[in-house]
């Protein structure tokens, strides 16, 4: 039998443009390949339109557009990951799908200071993992950004 301090939580790493970010593993439901999401008219960049997915229609978020970098074509590695949040579902655009990973609470720290304020925002916590930043990605307030008209 183990007994575990600290409770750990499962975090999926996703690349988005240089950077690596962690979606909380209980949000999601599916990783998907990239494909052309279908336009919407009058929606912001940061909502490219949407896809079909197992019979559910769902919004699309650019990620590179919503932390403030810049837009690029997507590539073969480049994934859709289909969270729920709130009861709304969501395909967020990354550019690669990376790997799991387990954090405890110890393995969290607050976002700098430094940080650029739109990428702070949608940010929970920091943390190290194999040697590298991890940004660890609130839901909540992404879902909030986008409420607000990105």
């Not at 996703?14 to 593993?25: I, K, L, S």
């Not at 990354?94 to 304020?117: I, K, N, S």
């Not at 040697?131 to 992404?142: C, E, F, K, R, Y």
């Amino acid at each position: 039998m183990q007994i575990h301090d600290q409770p750990s939580k499962d975090y999926l790493i996703v690349r988005v443009g240089a950077e690596r970010y962690a979606v909380p593993g209980v949000a999601i439901r599916e990783v998907a390949r990239w494909r052309p999401p279908t336009p919407v008219p009058g929606t912001p960049p940061v909502l490219p339109g949407i896809i079909s997915q197992r019979g559910i229609v769902l919004p699309t978020v650019d990620l590179r557009l919503l932390l403030g970098l810049e837009a690029t074509e997507p590539d073969r590695a480049a994934r859709f990951v289909i969270i729920r949040q709130d009861q709304t579902d969501v395909a967020l655009m990354v550019d690669a799908a990376l790997d799991l990973c387990h954090l405890t609470e110890d393995d969290l720290a607050r976002p700098p200071a430094g940080l650029d304020p739109q990428r702070a925002r949608l940010l929970g916590a920091v943390a190290q993992h194999e040697g590298q930043p991890l940004l660890v990605i609130d839901l909540a307030a992404l879902l909030a950004v986008l409420l607000e008209g990105a």
